[in-house]
């Protein structure tokens, strides 16, 4: 009996005082994704990856945003928004506390602005995400004339771009083509 008992003071507390006591998680855990707004390009690579559905990105012509929507009881923890975002908005952290009282809590929202076409001034495309590429362009070296050039075509939706590409006759390539014959 007291060899037991000897053996049981030995091995010490193997449970933990949990809710009482915080639980320590493993770095590695994959708890509640978080996104960063400031970060975000709002680009829907994450809403792509996603394989629950569990983010959404709603356009909103008339208003010029578009929002960005996780829904947490559709989240599985896959961890793939964090690996496809390309500027590391989406952290998954390691809070797994996630009960809510309202079903309302379980959803996080973000809105984010869009750049009017130059054309049409139909909005079509995030702000941010503009001025990412065209600051990306601009690191890469290219000159300043065709940075202005590049503003321009990516300033334009790809309906107005396409319309001006079928007007413009040096585009159409069958027409290039037949000329040339002749």
Same mark, same amino acid.
């Given at each position: 009996?007291?060899?037991?008992?000897?053996?049981?003071?030995?091995?010490?507390?193997?449970?933990?005082?949990?809710?009482?006591?915080?639980?320590?998680?493993? +770095?590695? *855990?994959?708890?509640?994704?978080?996104?960063?707004?400031?970060?975000?390009?709002?680009?829907?690579?994450?809403?792509?990856?996603?394989?629950?559905?569990?983010?959404?990105?709603?356009?909103?012509?008339?208003?010029?945003?578009?929002?960005?929507?996780?829904?947490?009881?559709?989240?599985?923890?896959?961890?793939?928004?964090?690996?496809?975002?390309?500027?590391?908005?989406?952290?998954?952290?390691?809070? *797994?506390?996630?009960?809510?009282?309202?079903?309302?809590?379980?959803?996080?929202?973000?809105? *984010?602005?869009?750049?009017?076409?130059?054309?049409?001034?139909?909005?079509?495309?995030?702000?941010?995400?503009?001025?990412?590429?065209?600051?990306?362009?601009?690191?890469?070296?290219?000159?300043?004339?065709?940075?202005?050039?590049?503003?321009?075509?990516?300033?334009?939706?790809?309906?107005?771009?396409?319309?001006?590409?079928?007007?413009?006759? +040096?585009?159409?390539?069958?027409?290039?083509?037949?000329?040339?014959?002749?």
């Amino acid at each position: 009996m007291f060899k037991l008992l000897k053996t049981v003071l030995k091995t010490g507390e193997v449970t933990t005082k949990y809710p009482f006591a915080p639980l320590e998680v493993s +770095e590695d *855990f994959r708890g509640k994704p978080e996104l960063d707004a400031d970060q975000c390009l709002s680009c829907g690579a994450c809403m792509r990856a996603c394989p629950a559905n569990a983010l959404v990105m709603e356009t909103d012509e008339k208003a010029g945003t578009r929002r960005w929507e996780l829904s947490m009881a559709r989240c599985i923890y896959c961890g793939r928004c964090e690996e496809v975002c390309p500027t590391k908005a989406i952290k998954l952290s390691q809070n *797994f506390e996630l009960a809510v009282t309202r079903k309302e809590d379980l959803y996080e929202h973000a809105v *984010f602005q869009l750049a009017n076409c130059r054309q049409c001034e139909r909005p079509f495309v995030a702000k941010k995400l503009l001025e990412y590429v065209l600051d990306t362009l601009a690191q890469s070296g290219v000159s300043q004339d065709q940075l202005h050039l590049r503003r321009q075509q990516l300033e334009t939706c790809p309906e107005c771009r396409r319309c001006n590409n079928m007007l413009d006759s +040096e585009n159409v390539s069958h027409l290039r083509y037949l000329e040339e014959e002749m």
